[in-house]
């Protein structure tokens, strides 16, 4: 045995001289042909093949739907192979999710065939970030199999992965809240509880909407069929206070999907705008609320303000006129414009990721662009209104789960004679005691309606009374 080793250390030390006397004696040209043409033999006698998946394609725009994929698959079916893992909170952060750590190998096998996959990372040497804020170093996963069996990896066992780590993924991962910040997006676990059933709305109007949403998410086919980027706009318009948010995070929950919260006076300029619409995936929701008050988009193509001719002390000192044009312009945080928005919704980009719906909301649709909310960007328009007796019982039944009661007649009245809010009925319906009596909460509801009612006919005799004044002095 000592002599074994004794030979094969010498043999090492000798392999190991030849090389460093290869590397420092024979010109680099000849080197670069003698290591070609051993490649060349070493592939003509190793049996086997390689297949490589990076994290990020060259653009580095996106993750690799195939490496997730095949992160996803490991971590459910091979990871209890490696010696190092990785751990994350699954959905509802009720269980862990372990994933293979880089430089691990793990062993698979598809219709007896066995494989090989090994996590590897790439290093640039010098640890820095791109634009992008991702590191340079690149993740990436290798694939090796016998030669023989290159078809079967290549036509079945890729498509077998990728479509099971999609399923895996999707019964699994955690839905997230993002919101942006410059061109990038960051994110919260999106928990958000309302749901249609919950939501304060006229059952037939539910249930038309909800129709709509699962006809979108299931008309892949139709799209491609018609010629259409696979999205769809909603418009969501009402006073304060009657459900345009809890309306979208229904949505999201109805259709599992993510959701992108865009601030718009965050966004530099129209060139942000598109690097941010290009990173969000399938099966997302990209909302702007409040889009009457976000920048100067919204409103009448307004015409341009007449220039204020210079006053004479600006006349006398070019650089107050100069200095007073560059504070304006500093004042301006976002350049995005109406075009660049328009073009966000359904121009060349908005085609870079199906299934995705865009959600606008607004207090006041007169405010809006009609080139903003035509139908093709904001396909439907829903109106989110003052509380209906209809609505009235879904909240009842919320906060007092009440499916009826000798008050309810009363309340119908009410809502028929004064305009009020969900939001402004669920507060009088919502419990302020430990122990909470559901008749109080009513009554407390009936009493804010006839108060309201009350300020109502006083305001109507109050403009009523103006009016009759400004007739009187025009008639004088």
Known sequence: ???????????????????????????????RHIEKYYQRLVKYFYPYNEITVHEYSRDRFMRNEVYTAIETYL?????????????????????????????????????????????STISSGTPTFNMYGQSDE???????????????ITKKYLHHVLNEGKAINSRTRQRKLYTNHGSMWSSVVFDHPATFQTLAMEADKKREIIEDLISFSKAKDFYARIGKAWKRGYLLYGPPGTGKSTM??????????????????????????????IQV??????????????????????????????????????NKKQGKGEDAEQGKTSKVTLSGLLNFI?????????????????NYIEKLDPALIRRGRMDKHIELSYCSFESFKVLAWNYLL????????????????????????????????????????????IHGLEMAKKEAALQTKEEEDKEESKSAVEDD
């Open 1 to 31: 045995m000592g002599e074994t080793l004794g030979t094969l250390g010498s043999a090492m030390a000798a392999f190991m001289f030849l090389w460093a006397m290869f590397q420092q004696y024979v010109p680099r040209d000849l080197r």
């Open 75 to 119: 971590s459910t079916n091979n990871a209890v192979q490696a010696k190092r893992l990785k751990a994350d909170t699954a959905k509802n952060n009720q269980s862990l999710v372990l994933t293979i750590d880089d430089h691990q190998e793990v062993e698979d096998e598809f219709e007896g065939v066995k494989l090989w996959c090994a996590s």
């Open 138 to 152: 690149k993740r990436l996963y290798r694939l090796t199999f016998h030669k023989k069996h290159r078809d079967l």
């Open 248 to 277: 979208i995070a229904a949505m999201a929950n109805q259709l599992h999907y993510d959701v992108y919260d865009l601030e718009l006076t965050a966004v530099r300029d129209n060139t942000e705008l598109r690097r941010l619409l």
């Open 281 to 318: 995936p399938s099966k997302s929701i990209i909302v702007i609320e409040d889009i009457d008050c976000s920048l100067d988009l919204t409103g009448q193509r307004k015409k341009k303000e007449k220039v204020k001719e210079p006053t004479e002390e600006e006349e006398k000192d070019p």
């Open 346 to 362: 359904d121009g060349l980009w908005s085609a870079s990721n199906g299934e995705r719906l865009v959600v606008f909301t607004t």
């Open 402 to 445: 009440l499916d009826a009661h000798h008050l309810f007649d009363k309340i119908e009245i009410l809502l028929g004679e004064i305009k009020v809010t969900p939001a402004d009925v669920a507060e009088h319906l919502m419990p302020k005691t430990l122990d909470p009596d559901p008749e109080t909460s009513l009554k407390s509801l």
